[in-house]
């Protein structure tokens, strides 16, 4: 977790659960708790100190910008436009799982209303279950903030999803006696007399639970077996003509510009610059030229649309031209890999963004896909 979060900021987000594993484990000796966490604390820190100062010794800070710096995006403070981000994450959890996620929900909701039981405070303070759950929570908030939640970033929160749910099973089986034992005293018609929350819920959710994720072990293993069985490559193959056409078609320098040229580059071997970090919003104008004008890319690949700020920095030394569609996945979002050639302007010219509109296409583009 420590090295991930020196090259992905979003890790940063994990870092408190990561923090509450340590507290949750000696919490019964609070001296040990507080020594614990100073030399997390300064491990982590001075860790994430020397990668800097080795990054910046070798010249290399300015490559590995995106790592350290922000997005310079306005961040609406409304509570309703957080609650809408907030709605927008729940779709994505719904849509990338309708098992795990959910279930996990219900056994962290039922552990807090039970705190008062042996076995919801158990859980809670549990190194494990609360520590997944802080992560999670972690997570969660990174996503809302920054308003980006691709299905990929929900892989880390389904592991402790799964952590969450194996833990808090054990725990309610282990403190739950089933609603009528025959060899008590107790009338089957006095269930009311039970403790409902120390005994009665955990018997069925612990149940509940391992029974439910039985049922999602064969079905995600009956999907993921297909998926073995019936590959489809088709972004190997989108990649694969996008390149050949471009050596089809000769335009300037063999370079593309393209949000998933890290990707292409792999398939294929095409030389890329990705676009959200060669030419992103932490660069400034003069760095963008730079890059662009040392580099002199021939092509431009978006999916499905075009970014207004990448058409922007573009625009500044180029006209750009839709060529060619190239299909892929099935996400109705990202589905097509357009590919653009870039003609650059006459006599060495450079527009400028601060007395022209360049996030628009302008009289010598053939753009045929929305600008967004």
């Known amino acids: 977790m420590l090295f991930r979060s020196l090259t992905k900021t979003s890790a940063v987000f994990l870092l408190p659960g990561f923090g509450l594993a340590i507290l949750l484990a000696v919490k019964s000796a609070p001296r040990l708790a507080a020594r614990c966490a100073v030399v997390a604390a300064v491990s982590c820190v001075g860790t994430f100190c020397l990668w800097v100062l080795a990054i910046v010794r070798l010249g290399l800070f300015k490559n590995f910008r995106d790592f350290f710096s922000n997005y310079p995006i306005d961040r609406p403070k409304q509570v309703y436009v957080i609650l809408h981000h907030l709605l927008g994450l729940f779709h994505t959890a719904w849509m990338t799982d309708h098992i795990v996620f959910p279930l996990a929900a219900l056994a962290a909701l039922a552990a807090i209303w039970a705190w008062r039981s042996s076995w919801g405070r158990l859980l809670l303070l549990d190194p494990v279950f609360g520590a997944s759950a802080g992560t999670i929570a972690g997570s969660i908030c990174f996503m809302v903030y920054d308003d980006y939640h691709p299905p990929r970033y929900f892989v880390v929160v389904l592991v402790f999803c799964i952590l969450m749910l194996a833990k808090g099973a054990g725990v309610m089986l282990g403190h739950s006696v089933p609603p009528y034992d025959a060899n008590s005293r107790r009338s089957p018609n006095r269930t009311t007399e039970l403790d409902f929350t120390g005994s009665i819920l955990p018997f069925f959710l612990g149940r509940a639970i391992i029974v439910i994720c039985a049922v999602a072990v064969v079905l995600y293993g009956v999907r993921t077996t297909q998926f073995v069985a019936h590959p489809g490559f088709t972004f190997v193959k989108a990649a694969s003509d996008l390149t050949r056409f471009i050596d089809e078609h000769p335009n300037g320098r063999r370079l593309l510009v393209s949000v998933s040229g890290d990707e292409i580059a792999l398939v294929t071997h095409l030389s890329g610059l990705c676009a959200p970090y060669a030419l992103g919003p932490c660069a400034s104008n003069r760095e963008t030229a730079s890059t662009l004008a040392v580099y002199q890319p021939g092509w431009y690949a978006e999916w499905n649309s ?25 996400l109705p979002a990202r589905n097509s890999l357009v590919l ?10 450079v527009r400028n963004s601060l007395t022209q509109n360049l996030q628009v296409p302008l009289g010598d583009d053939k753009i045929y896909v929305p600008i967004k």
């Open 306 to 330: 075009v970014n207004p700020t990448t058409l922007e920095l573009l625009h500044t030394h180029f006209s750009v031209e839709q060529v060619a569609i190239f299909h892929a996945f099935d």
């Open 340 to 349: 653009f050639k870039l003609h650059p302007l006459p006599s060495g010219q």
